[in-house]
């Protein structure tokens, strides 16, 4: 069974600090592995993407590989009260699809 | 119309009912998806199109049934649902091999009664 694991949260976090978003994945062939964006009544929208081992830096996001641990993490720097929403993980497999966590709630505080 | 349009965005069903809901991308893809997302579970991948090919149909109860007549077009036709399968119903496109990740639609939100 492929899988992909986040902690559900909620994770709470006051406005200006560092959100840190972790999930592992089981499947050892995963290639490619994405962070989303999910609203309340929304649908997910992709905010970053990695590929290969290492950071991956976009504006206040940075994304984190580590297939040795199969390991994924999204960093938010100044993190906003708008940051507030469900962050899905995904892994591909079998080349061309998309598993997904659970997601982990975020909120931000004032 | 740009991205990923679905319809209708909420839906209401009795157990005999049938019904359609239809999704059309605007992005040049030539793959196709519909999830599932009920809530506190993954997103499920239920079907996949290819080039208009299903090329992937994961364990998914007869009573949903795809269509995809052409690369831009995905429809799943809804027939003797149960109350269980109420959910958010996902449809997402991408490029070929999905490297670049999936562009997903609005959704529609199905109640069965």
């Keep these: 069974q492929k899988e992909v694991e986040q902690n ?3 994770l709470s976090v006051p406005e200006g600090a560092i959100a840190s978003l972790n999930c592992t994945y089981s499947d050892r062939g995963s ?62 497999y079998n080349t061309d699809k998309l598993i997904f966590g659970t997601g982990t709630r975020l909120q931000v505080f004032p | ?15 005999t009912n049938k019904k359609s809901l239809k999704c059309e991308q605007h992005l040049g893809h030539n793959a196709m998806y519909w999830y599932k997302q009920s809530a506190k579970k993954p997103l499920e991948l239920m079907f996949v199109y290819n080039f208009k090919e299903q090329t992937e149909n994961n364990s998914v109860p007869s009573r949903f049934s795809p269509e995809c007549p052409n690369s831009s077009h995905l429809f799943l036709h809804l027939h003797t649902l149960q109350p269980e ?29």
């Excluded at chain 1, 199969?70 to 960093?75: A, D, E, G, I, P």
């Excluded at chain 2, 999905?98 to 199905?110: N, P």
Aim: charged share 15%; glycine share 12%; hydrophobic share 30%.
């Design chain 2, 85 to 113: 399968d109420s959910a958010l119903y996902l449809c997402a496109s991408s490029e070929a091999g999905g490297r670049d990740g999936y562009t997903f639609g609005s959704g529609t939100r199905l109640t069965v009664v």
């Design chain 1, 31 to 92: 290639q490619s592995f994405f962070w989303y964006r999910q609203y309340s009544g929304k649908s997910p929208e992709l905010i970053m993407s990695i590929y290969s081992n290492g950071d991956k830096e976009d504006g206040r996001f940075t994304a984190q590989l580590n297939k040795a641990s199969q390991y994924v993490s999204l960093l938010i720097r100044d993190s906003q009260p708008s940051d507030s929403a469900t962050y899905l993980c995904a892994g591909t």
């Design chain 1, 8 to 10: 559900s949260g909620p």
């Design chain 2, 1 to 15: 119309e740009t991205g990923v349009t679905q319809t209708p965005r909420h839906l209401v069903m009795g157990m």
